[in-house]
Structure formats: structure tokens, C-alpha cells
């Protein structure tokens, strides 16, 4: 039999978000959480961060845990409350994104990070996500992926759940639909 501090004591589900670096950087020579240090289309994936962080289930307690991660070219993959500096030159294509993962391994990282999560959603350009499908290692059933249709059929074969990338890079429609889905989730 369980005592009443037990019956109302429940695990949190451990959702992670993950997105690339911005071009703007909202703080210039200073060390700044990864979290504040990004601007730009950032701006998105960060908010989606703070409305999950924030919400509450339907008796006022937090409905999950939250972890917020960046790909970044100068660091490789970084948590969101780790301290970094701004840099010079921002990965922005194809070869920018193999030669970062050539030198910071986010790809192995980033994959490896997400098995303790029962949720991530993974926001990235298509040809970074192209090369998480290319490595293989994201673990199937978790992930939600905010990308091109031309990986619908993919994510589909993995049991991850697909969402067309709109906005910046979540958009409106996207977001509602990813906190139904870990409140359905947490529930």
C-alpha cells in the first residue's frame, strides 16, 4: 500500500529539445548560457523551450521536464545552460555541416544524448537531418521532427512523428501540436 506522498508523487517525462546555432548572437565578447546567447530563428525553438518548461498539468503541476541542447560549429552539441562565447564563422550549408561534425562529432553526440529522453524534438536544417538519418543512432519512437516532407517517409518507418518545418523553424501550428503531443505524453 502506498502512503498519500507516494500516490501523488509522479515521475516527470524528460523531453529534450534540439536546434543549430544563429548567426545572431545576442551577446558579443561575453560568456553567455547557450540558451541566451542565440537570437534569429532560434527565437522559435526557444520560446517552444520556455512554454514547455512552464506548463502545468490539470493540477497545477509541471507536466515534464525540460532540456534545451544546440548544434553549434564552434562547440558541437552544447546544453542550453552550458556557458559559451560568441565566434567568428556560423556553419550555414551542406559542407558547413559535415566539416563541423568533422571537427565536434555533433552528430555521434547529439545521438547519444537523446536515448534518456522519452521526447525530442529536433529542429534542424534538411541537410543536417539528413546526416542524423545518415549515421543512424536516433532512437526509434522518440523523436519529432521538424523538417522537409522529402523525410516524412523516413520518420515514418522509425515511428518518429513528422511535422513540415514552418516559421522560422517550429512555427505556430507546429508548436501547439508538439505540447498536445507531450501532454498526451505526461498525461
Known sequence: ???????????????????????VFLMRNRIASAFEMFGGRVTEVKNLVKRLDTAVDEKGRKLCDVSFGVITTQYGFVPGN????????????????IAADERRH?????????????????CV???????????????DGTLIAVTSPRFKEACEQHGWTWMERKG???????????????RELCS
Not at 500500500?1 to 546555432?21: F, G, Q, W
Not at 523553424?169 to 503531443?181: L, P, S, W, Y
Open 125 to 139: 536544417p534538411n541537410d543536417m537531418f539528413q546526416m542524423f538519418l545518415d549515421r543512424g543512432e536516433m532512437p
Open 168 to 182: 522560422a523553424r517550429v512555427g505556430d501550428a507546429n508548436a501547439d501540436e508538439i505540447e498536445r503531443i507531450v
Open 82 to 97: 552550458y556557458q559559451i562565447t560568441d565566434y567568428a564563422d556560423v556553419m550555414s550549408d551542406k559542407a558547413g555541416y
Open 1 to 23: 500500500m502506498s502512503t498519500p506522498v507516494y500516490a501523488e508523487m509522479k515521475l516527470d517525462k524528460r523531453i529534450l529539445i534540439v536546434t543549430n546555432d544563429s548567426t
Open 106 to 122: 555533433f552528430v555521434e553526440q547529439t545521438s547519444f544524448l537523446m536515448k534518456p529522453f522519452d521526447k525530442v524534438v529536433l
